[in-house]
């Protein structure tokens, strides 16, 4: 199918964007990748009067050290972000996301912060940030604003980015030296989405889990940290018990919607014992 008729322009910095989204915001729409925006046009389920290009905006683009943690650009693309020596030995919870979103083509076309923006509750990449406790950067007219990814989704398909505002980059604060990661999932055969994908890194000192962040997406109206399982395993000996404990407690959150059967319970407690089991067998 055909898309219906667009104006289409290509930006050059920031401040372009952010213009021509004032002028139009309700009908204007920002395109990166184009993995989701582009099918929704061709199905006539998305109306677009103005598309706007992103791919030439140097600003949104790279990778950068930033108060010791990163600074990707949001055009960055996924295949950038699995293969980065500096995402790779700083978060390399992140490189391990993106090295399985998708297939090749996704990956060598799609970038971070299309994914985010878009807020598919089956998305990777937001469970791997949400455990990396990453902060957006977001331009919007005459101004500039910092917000955690925590706050960021609001359910599917919305988050708190205004029709008149941009992502620009994600801060990504360097993982605890020592700290084992793992993303673990449950693909779709068919389109390789997380049926449940589990995001997790454990710091261990003496026996005992001195930090950790879980995080999960794909079971739940959006992604979501499992706040209580981080707080089971905190001060206690990385062990099979507390993995179990800590399982049963992500399952029983109350964030999954649906689940009248508890198909989504157990799979969320069999993932996060796997997930948590993996890594302790590296950090052992």
Not at 102 to 128: E, K, Y
Not at 180 to 197: D, E, F, Q
Request: net charge negative; with cysteine.
């Amino acid at each position: 199918m055909y898309t219906a008729p667009f104006d289409y322009r290509r930006a050059h910095d920031t401040q372009e964007v952010v213009t021509w989204l004032q002028e139009d915001p309700d009908n204007t729409k920002i395109i990166a990748g184009g993995h989701s925006l582009l099918p929704l046009m061709k199905l006539r389920l998305a109306s677009v009067a103005r598309l706007v290009d992103i791919s030439q905006v140097a600003e949104l683009q790279g990778i950068r050290e930033d108060m010791g943690g990163l600074r990707i650009g949001a055009f960055t693309r996924h295949a950038q972000l699995a293969k980065d020596p500096a995402v790779r030995e700083a978060a390399p919870l992140l490189a391990s996301a993106a090295a399985v979103i998708g297939d090749m083509q996704v990956r060598n076309r799609g970038t971070i912060g299309g994914s985010l923006c878009h807020a598919d509750p089956a998305a990777d990449l937001p469970a791997a940030l949400l455990a990396l406790n990453a902060e957006l950067v977001i331009a919007g007219p005459g101004t500039e604003r910092r917000e955690s990814l925590d706050a960021f989704f609001l359910a599917p398909f919305i988050t708190t980015l205004a029709a008149d505002e941009v992502l620009t980059a994600i801060v990504v604060p360097r993982m605890v030296p020592g700290a084992k990661s793992t993303y673990l999932k449950r693909p779709h055969p068919a389109s390789g989405y997380p049926v449940i994908g589990v995001a997790a890194w454990v710091s261990v000192s003496g026996g005992r889990v001195e930090d950790c962040r879980i995080a999960l997406t794909g079971i739940g109206p959006v992604p979501f940290r499992a706040a209580r399982s981080e707080q089971v395993l905190t001060g206690r000996a990385f062990s099979r018990e507390a993995i179990a404990e800590a399982a049963r407690e992500a399952a029983g959150s109350g964030t999954l919607e649906d689940d009248e059967d508890g198909y989504k319970s157990q799979l969320c407690q069999v993932y996060v014992s796997r997930a948590l089991g993996d890594i302790a067998q590296g950090a052992g």
